[in-house]
């Protein structure tokens, strides 16, 4: 196609749609496994940090994070009540004029029928394709479609799966990502599975030895608590996986929009990569680039390239270009206590 992987190129070809210039309001629907517990975003990460309410939640409602982990958080997801048409009626009713349906959060689990990654959420949890359901009720009302793909940070979110309690009965016993591989699934639910490929595998394990809540914390902030646009050093194959995933959502539900939880562009050159692919697909599919793209700390050039997001937020000037905002009425995932304390966002 007529677009290279690299800014000059992308900025060159690129064209705001005139659907998103004119759609005043979308829909997201940020819901997969997360949602399970009720306690609200990032649950992934917390559960298995000793001292965080998320991780007393976990110990006190499934177990330790050595026998019970994410992955069989995810397994619990079974979108029983789900029930898309009705959702879509409704967000019409309300004036959307896009849907955005989750497709991998850090968690990573990929919430549709996945070519290249096994934990999706047709083989685990639900057993159906969440983002092609979706895709289809949004489509027959009449809106642009868009998913979001978060998964290019799942590799130092999930870093903590492999760590243990630092004080306590269970001190120093490692979490299940630390000690499960695909051969401990025989005879078990996620048989045929491997946890490795859900839980990225070991790029910066908390060492043995550390013995307060505080040192593990500080240990954690320090070498996997930071939010890094680059790949694992020892884990390149990481990032080429991540590039088959993102392309093969793009070919199975051709979104309209791509939202990526990103500064830029995901893993560098390789995001780029990924946007040129999204674009020359736009030209075969509508004969032009009618997609939106979006990344959240854009150089004032790169926002002829792709489109901002301002997470939470909104722009303090007026632009030429147009951009988006998204934001939640309570967090990012169902928190049950926003309900009992009545602390969702108002209307005003």
Not at 16 to 29: E, M, V
Request: aromatic residues 16%; hydrophobic residues 35%; charged residues 25%.
């Amino acid at each position: 196609g007529p677009v290279q992987a690299n800014w000059p190129s992308l900025v060159a070809n690129y064209r705001y749609p005139d659907w998103f210039r004119d759609a005043k309001l979308g829909l997201w629907s940020h819901w997969g496994p997360q949602a399970v517990p009720e306690q609200g975003d990032w649950y992934g990460r917390f559960m298995y940090m000793q001292g965080h309410p998320m991780y007393e939640h976990h110990l006190k409602t499934y177990g330790h994070p050595s026998v019970a982990g994410m992955k069989d958080i995810q397994n619990a997801w079974k979108a029983e009540r789900w029930d898309p048409q009705a959702l879509m009626d409704r967000y019409v009713k309300a004036g959307a004029k896009y849907f955005v349906a989750l497709a991998t959060h850090h968690d990573n689990l990929d919430c549709y029928d996945s070519r290249y990654h096994a934990w999706n959420s047709l083989r685990v949890g639900p057993k159906r394709d969440i983002v092609g359901e979706w895709e289809k009720v949004a489509r027959a009302a009449g809106l642009k479609f868009g998913v979001s793909n978060h998964a290019a940070h799942a590799w130092h979110w999930y870093q903590p799966a492999y760590g243990y309690d630092p004080v306590g009965a269970k001190k120093g016993v490692r979490y299940d990502a630390f000690t499960q591989a695909k051969d401990d699934g025989k005879g078990q639910w996620w048989e045929g599975l491997d946890p490795q490929e859900l839980y990225t595998g070991g790029h910066a394990v908390l060492p043995d030895g550390i013995d307060t809540i505080e040192a593990m914390n500080a240990w954690h902030d320090k070498n996997n608590g930071q939010w890094v646009e680059t790949g694992p050093k020892d884990d390149p194959a990481y990032v080429t996986r991540w590039l088959l995933r993102q392309t093969d959502l793009i070919d199975k539900y051709k979104p309209d929009l791509v939202y990526f939880d990103d500064y830029g562009l995901p893993f560098g050159p390789v995001g780029l990569e990924a946007a040129a692919d999204y674009y020359n697909r736009s030209v075969q599919w509508h004969g032009k680039i009618d997609v939106v793209l979006t990344g959240k700390q854009l150089k004032p050039s790169e926002r002829f390239g792709i489109v901002q997001d301002v997470e939470k937020g909104f722009s303090d000037h007026l632009w030429d270009e147009p951009w988006q905002t998204d934001t939640c009425l309570g967090d990012w995932f169902y928190n049950v206590a926003r309900l009992n304390d009545r602390n969702y966002k108002t209307a005003e």
